[in-house]
């Protein structure tokens, strides 16, 4: 059992130092936790799914996936969100290890039954942690707290923008029976890669159904974003005729830190060193079975029950404290939480501007495994010292850029990294609702996909920003 940590914070924002929040982390990741848990997980929608009959876009699937030397598994599955706005998705064996699979979504209006709307927009988005394409950008298909005009990718897709997604190797592995042995292989050179697969699949598709050939834009939240930047480096190394993104759109992230914020530098590079020891260890799975989804499940299916994750609180303590203090576990800038909370005495007792049960339903589907050797390598880069999973290439993207900010994220520690690159077309954009003193309740990083007024102050400007590209 876990020792209590105190959600609790005094006056002054004390807070646990560096070490002491990273070993913790690191515990909490690798945790057993009683089994039998999941078998409370949240109940979300249940999606009805259907293979795409023999149609344009069922064809432009085939030749997609045979231009990449690429199989897919299965139908395509097609369903309705809300209105014209229908998802797709498409798994794709990418490989010949175990969980050499991605999946590409798709949320796109139609004229017709699979026929997608034509448009000169599109963008492909990356998830972060403990999350899929689906958690972050379709929740309302996972969670009935949200509502389908309150998904990002249906934001964008009904303002004419065709929206994509990719997730990473480590979300297709099975809760059970997995073969990790290619876990130690899914690092960021492989992801990034794996982008460049996606994105190919994409354009294909696009072009065979009407969309055009025009590049796509690259954005990714969290830990997408740092693939997003590493992605367009990478790219920025190649002829202009093998280039695939238009620009990028990075939201809440820094793919390099400040002078001025050296000590986070290092705590990155002492996240990594641990990250890397795991490893070496034989430790390559971040388990989320026993961790982000039991801490969501547990607070939605009893809330008033014993934690059995932090010792003294109950479920929905225990959830509350971790997405609104989550800077007592994991710092990468002060203050840093991944939902505002409102404090009373020191502790957070609900949260200020997304929902509840959303946020709960948002871990509970987190994908059982992850990848923690990927984990590592995003730390190395932002440590920048030593032999790095890739070159350091982030001086050389050309492309549009837009940073999506909240103020108790990443926020404003994210817009030194917009200076660096060689784009002279730069826009940011950081959602800040409260003064400084008050950040600690301000904002949050998932408040800019799962916040109430998220439409009005985070995507309006990005919708603006990629329709006027």
């Known amino acids: ?152 990718a249906v934001y964008l897709a009904k303002r004419g923008i065709d929206v994509w997604g990719v997730d990473r190797r480590w979300t297709t592995a099975p809760a059970e029976g997995t073969d990790f042995s290619d876990f130690a292989g899914m690092g960021v050179a492989q992801a990034v890669s794996d982008t460049g697969l996606a994105l190919s699949f994409a354009r294909t598709i696009r072009t065979l159904t009407g969309g055009g050939q025009d590049r796509l834009f690259l954005g990714g939240f969290s830990s997408g974003a740092q693939l997003t930047y590493l992605y367009a480096a990478e790219e920025s190394q190649k002829p202009l005729s093998q280039r695939q993104v238009k620009g990028i759109v990075p939201i809440d992230i820094y793919g390099k830190l400040s002078p001025a914020d050296e000590s986070l530098r290092l705590y990155a590079c002492a996240n990594a060193a641990d990250e890397y020891d795991w490893v070496a260890q034989g430790f390559v799975d971040s388990d989320n079975s026993t961790f982000a989804q039991p801490l969501g499940a547990l607070a939605a299916s009893a809330p008033w029950g014993d934690s059995p994750i932090f010792e003294g609180y109950t479920n929905r303590e225990a959830m509350l404290g971790f997405v609104s203090a989550t800077f007592l576990l994991y710092e990468p800038k002060p203050l840093y939480h991944l939902v505002a909370g409102m404090y009373k005495n020191g502790f957070p007792t609900t949260l200020r501007y997304s929902s509840e049960a959303l946020v709960s339903d948002w871990l509970a589907h987190s994908p059982p495994h992850e990848s923690l050797v990927e984990t590592a390598d995003r730390d190395a880069m932002w440590c920048g010292t030593g032999t790095l999973p890739l070159a350091d290439h982030l001086a050389d993207i050309s492309v549009p850029l837009f940073y999506l900010g909240a103020a108790g994220g990443f926020g404003d520690h994210g817009l030194y990294t917009t200076t660096l690159v060689a784009s002279t077309d730069v826009t940011t954009h950081v959602v800040r609702r409260l003064p400084a003193s008050s950040e600690i309740e301000d904002f949050g990083h998932a408040d800019l996909l799962y916040a109430e007024d998220a439409p009005a102050l985070a995507w309006a400007p990005l919708a603006q920003w990629l329709l006027a590209h």
């Open 1 to 152: 059992m876990m020792k209590k940590i105190a959600f609790v914070v005094p006056s002054g924002v004390a807070t646990l130092a560096p070490s002491h929040a990273r070993t913790r982390a690191k515990r909490l990741a690798m945790m057993p936790v009683v089994l039998g848990l999941l078998a409370a997980a949240a109940a979300g929608c249940t999606m009805e799914t259907a293979p795409a009959d023999d149609s344009e876009v069922l064809q432009a699937t085939a030749e997609a996936s045979a231009a990449l030397s690429a199989t897919l598994v299965g139908a395509v599955e097609r369903q309705q969100i809300v209105g014209d706005v229908y998802h797709y998705s498409f798994l794709l064996k990418v490989g010949n290890t175990p969980n050499a699979r991605i999946r590409v979504h798709r949320v796109v209006r139609e004229d017709s039954p699979n026929v997608p709307h034509p448009t000169s927009r599109a963008i492909l988005l990356m998830h972060g942690d403990f999350a899929t394409f689906t958690t972050n950008f379709v929740p309302s298909q996972i969670s009935p707290a949200a509502k389908p005009d309150r998904d990002l």
